[in-house]
């Protein structure tokens, strides 16, 4: 049941169009808050608004990986309310590739929405961020383990894990709480994504024998671990990685 923990807040969430993001978006709207959706897809990004609530909600074409984008993303939010409170730096996606067979444009291409996109997602919002306010950014629990095909994608999780660290020392006179989430498989679009049918049911079987809990996590699962850590229920919890993950990261 929904308590009010983000009355009057503004949020935004990028790659809020889609699964761990669209479901965090309806927490936070069902908690209160105003919700910007940032993503680059403009049909799911539609379809999402008109799920979430035009009167709670305003999506936002942008490509988090090119700069002009995030620029005019946050004029626009910039505009209609003035300033954001919570930001949920979310957007991202996975290639499998195994070493020995990486192009400079799969490298290229990852590092540069999920490293590179998430920095400037965060930077750029400082201007208008309120002080004490709330940032999330999603890393994965492949961030602290390995996996063949995936060192492209664990690593820039790894570095996102490494922001939360720093930022947290950077934004400590604005008293802005800097924390990481990291799921671990979550049913959303994402994991089909790269993997043909075959491929994808040996990789989850894989996955799956080595979860505690023996089974897959909704997108809401994840959102309501990013809702605690935006609301004042973690007012003293900044610069840690949360396991959303079954138990997978610990054994
Ligand atoms: P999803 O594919 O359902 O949603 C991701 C959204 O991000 C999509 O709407 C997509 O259009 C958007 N997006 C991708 N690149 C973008 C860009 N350059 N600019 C703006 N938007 C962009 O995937 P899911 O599962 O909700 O993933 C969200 C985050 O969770 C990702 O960062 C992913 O790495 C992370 N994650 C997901 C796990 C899973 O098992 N689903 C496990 C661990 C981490």
């Known amino acids: ?37 940032i993503d680059r897809n403009q049909k799911d990004l539609d379809e999402a608004v008109s799920d979430i609530g035009k009167n709670v909600s ?20 910039k505009d209609r309310k003035g300033h954001i409170d919570i930001l949920f730096a979310n957007a991202g996606i996975i290639e499998f590739v195994p070493f020995g067979k990486i192009s400079e444009d799969n490298f ?3 590092f540069s929405i999920n490293v590179k996109g998430l920095l400037f997602s965060v930077q ?30 664990h690593s820039t999780k790894a570095a996102i894990r490494s922001f939360a ?18 799921p671990g498989t979550i049913d959303t679009p994402f994991v089909y994504q790269s993997l043909n049918k075959e ?17 897959m996590g909704s997108p809401d699962e994840v959102a309501k671990a990013v809702l605690f850590l935006a609301s004042e229920d973690s007012s003293y919890i900044t ?13």
Do not use: H
């Not at 919002?125 to 390995?146: E, R, Y």
């Open 124 to 153: 750029k919002a400082l201007p208008i961020f309120t002080d004490g306010g709330s940032i999330i950014l999603t890393s994965s629990v492949g961030a602290s383990t390995g996996a063949e095909e995936l060192s492209l994608y």
């Open 199 to 215: 491929e994808s049911e040996q990789f989850f079987d894989n996955v799956l024998k080595s979860n505690p809990m023996g089974r």
């Open 239 to 251: 610069g840690i990685e949360l396991f959303v993950d079954g138990g997978v990261a610990q054994i």
């Open 58 to 77: 305003t999506g936002i074409q942008c490509d988090v990986s090119n700069l002009k984008d995030l620029d005019k993303a946050y004029e626009i939010i």
């Open 1 to 37: 049941m929904a308590e009010d923990k983000l009355k009057e807040k503004i949020a935004v969430v990028t790659g809020g169009a889609s699964g761990i993001g669209l479901a965090t978006a309806k927490r936070f709207v069902s908690e209160g808050a105003y919700v910007f959706v």
């Open 165 to 182: 660290r720093c930022w947290i020392l950077d934004l400590k006179d604005r008293k802005i709480r800097v924390n990481a989430i990291s």
């Open 108 to 110: 290229d291409r990852i």
